[in-house]
């Protein structure tokens, strides 16, 4: 399968604690781009890397949330002293260049839950 | 900031029958682009529109973008139980990041 894979699919995990989502996006896809969707909503722009340079961050992004894209390749997005408020599906894209909105692949998303 | 709105929320139709949904953006956008989301699943590209007033089809789908693009519909015809999910329009404005909408839920009865 060549398709956008995000792991894990699943995170359960007590407030406070950190979390750590993967991202691999299509091979040679430039532009990777990560939302939150919560239930009964469109999914929310968080951040989005063009290869490996963080080229735009939400303004509702807390600090708590960083994200990185290292080699241009796979992308890690980590959530610090988690809330319940961060309980969410977290869903990835990638797109061929992102140049006047290219079509963008998800992936399956990692559903967290903040206990 | 840009926002966009999608109405309706929810859409129940008899299999058959016809269903529209419209999106509106507080900003003028650049392109729109419209994805389906099946419940469990994740959002899939349907189409993009670029051009002022353009008119896609596919198969039964009819993808509008408004001449002061601003908004923008998907009309299905004679839908089927497989268009059952919710349909999002995602709006970007000149090289921003994508916008989208809250979605419109279609339910199809057969």
């Known amino acids: 399968d060549t398709g956008v894979s995000q792991n894990p699919r699943h995170k359960i995990t007590k407030r406070g604690q950190n979390v750590t989502f993967r991202c691999d996006p299509i091979?040679?896809?430039?532009?990777l781009y990560w939302y939150r969707q919560t239930l009964g909503q469109g999914p929310e722009f968080l951040t989005y890397?063009?290869?490996?340079?963080?080229?735009?961050k939400s303004r509702l992004l807390s600090d708590r949330f960083s994200a990185e894209r290292p080699k241009g390749s796979f992308s890690t997005l980590e959530i610090q002293r988690t809330e319940q408020g961060d309980s969410a599906m977290y869903l990835c894209?990638?797109?061929?260049?992102?140049?006047?909105?290219?079509?963008?692949?998800f992936g399956p998303g990692t559903r967290l839950t903040v206990l | 900031g840009q926002q966009v709105m999608q109405i309706p929320q929810y859409q129940h139709v008899q299999e058959g029958e016809d269903f529209t949904t419209y999106c509106n953006s507080s900003?003028?956008?650049?392109?729109i682009q419209w994805y389906k989301q099946r419940p469990g699943g994740h959002p899939v590209f349907l189409i993009q529109?670029?051009?002022?007033?353009e008119v896609k089809k596919q198969k039964r789908l009819t993808f509008q973008f408004g001449e002061a693009k601003k908004n923008s519909s998907l009309h299905i015809t004679a839908t089927q139980t497989t268009d059952v999910g919710t349909y999002f329009c995602?709006?970007?404005?000149?090289?921003?990041?994508?916008?989208f909408g809250p979605g419109t839920r279609l339910s199809v009865l057969p």
């Open positions: 995602a709006g970007q404005n000149y090289g921003q990041n994508f916008v």
């Open positions: 091979s040679e896809h430039n532009r």
């Open positions: 529109l670029v051009k002022s007033g």
């Open positions: 890397f063009q290869n490996e340079a963080q080229l735009e």
């Open positions: 894209a990638s797109s061929p260049t992102g140049t006047r909105g290219d079509e963008q692949f």
């Open positions: 900003t003028t956008l650049s392109n």
